[in-house]
């Protein structure tokens, strides 16, 4: 059974800050590439930002700067600082794992697993 817990969301005013974490259990995720997406009322799920098993990490342009990802592998964990929060960041926020294994002779392979979200809601 595996899954992804998030948990850290909340009301915060503009301007604040929040940590999100999300937990795996079921399998190790050391291998994967964690990430987190987000999606407001009304709109589709977006990046946010990610981080791959080799630590590099890539962020969407709006969170660049303000947003931090981080992992503890010995957690099987992914975090998100989000400092300096907008009203425009409330959303759904969604923990991802994915890991494409294409190595033969086995055919290829896409794992990917999503957390349940957690709502962040930026308002005064």
């Known amino acids: 059974q595996v899954q992804l817990v998030e948990s850290g969301g909340g009301l915060v005013p503009p301007g604040g800050s929040l940590r999100l974490a999300c937990v795996g259990s079921g399998t190790v995720f050391s291998v994967y590439t964690m990430g987190w997406y987000r999606q407001a009322p009304g709109k589709q799920r977006e990046f946010v930002a990610q981080?791959?098993?080799?630590?590099?990490?890539n962020y969407a342009a709006s969170v660049k700067g303000r947003f931090t990802i981080s992992r503890d592998n010995t957690k099987n964990a992914v975090y998100l600082q989000m400092d300096s929060l907008k009203p425009e960041d409330t959303a759904v926020y969604y923990c991802n794992a994915d890991y494409y294994r294409d190595a033969d002779p086995l055919p290829p392979q896409d794992f990917e697993f999503w957390g349940q979200g957690t709502q962040v809601t930026v308002s005064s």
């Open positions: 981080q791959g098993a080799d630590g590099q990490a």
